[in-house]
Nanobody, 119 residues
Framework: QEQLVESGGGLVQAGGSLRLSCAASGRTFSNANMGWFRQAPGKEREFVAGISWRGALTYYVDSVKGRFTISRDNAKNTVYLQMTSLKLEDTAVYYC??????????WGWGQGTQVTVSS
């Protein structure tokens, strides 16, 4: 079972940028489609971005399309989420995970990293 450690969150003003990182232990990362999920207060966790195991294909939900960029480095067992033009509604705890289908998680969850966007 992979272990996931997210980092890079913080407090940022609206319009600002952050880069999240997720380091995975184990031997299956490079064969897994990886995604970023987020959970805002009082809401269910949602799938926001995904990248195929070789990095050739990416997917974004409409609300982040054009603002977020997902990437990965299989040599470092790490997946990234570059977030720009942040909005108040991007405030959430962000998690990474392997996924299948339309964003169903495969592994256990890490602790996540808090992103807070202020006005």
């Amino acid at each position: 079972q992979e272990q996931l450690v997210e980092s890079g969150g913080g407090l940022v003003q609206a319009g600002g940028s952050l880069r999240l990182s997720c380091a995975a232990s184990g031997r299956t990362f490079s064969n897994a489609n990886m995604g970023w999920f987020r959970q805002a207060p009082g809401k269910e966790r949602e799938f926001v971005a995904g990248i195929s195991w070789r990095g050739a294909l990416t997917y974004y939900v409409d609300s982040v399309k054009g603002r977020f960029t997902i990437s990965r480095d299989n040599a470092k067992n790490t997946v990234y989420l570059q977030m720009t033009s942040l909005k108040l509604e991007d405030t959430a705890v962000y998690y990474c995970n392997a996924y299948y289908g339309s964003g169903r998680s495969l592994w256990g969850w890490g602790q996540g990293t808090q992103v807070t966007v202020s006005s």
